[in-house]
């Protein structure tokens, strides 16, 4: 029967962190690569998830703005359809 050769628990734990290691260093590269991010370039990504958070902001501020003066320009038109109202109420009735 030829020699077999063993190793320990360690050294086979070992391997297994070096193997897990390096699987998840390619398929990280795989993804970066595979979403058009240059993983050496880091610091001009990150500036340009700055510059999307700013204009999702920038938009998100933009509708607001856009709900508030539509919901005033209701409420002003109420307003003023009862204002209107009363005047003339006040002008049939002791005008």
């Known amino acids: 029967m030829a020699d ?5 628990r360690e050294e086979a734990q070992r391997l297994m962190a070096e193997a897990a290691e390096k699987g998840a260093e390619k398929g990280a590269r795989k993804l970066l690569q595979d979403l058009g991010i240059d993983r ?7 500036a340009d998830m700055r510059y999307l958070r700013d204009m999702r902001q920038g938009s998100e501020q933009v509708k607001r703005w856009g709900t508030r003066a539509a919901v005033m320009a209701f409420v002003t038109g109420f307003g003023w359809l009862l204002l209107q109202g009363i005047r003339q109420f006040i002008r049939a009735n002791w005008g």
């Not at 050496?40 to 990150?46: A, L, S």
């Open 4 to 8: 077999r050769e063993f190793i320990t």
């Open 40 to 46: 050496h370039d880091w610091r001009e990504q990150q």
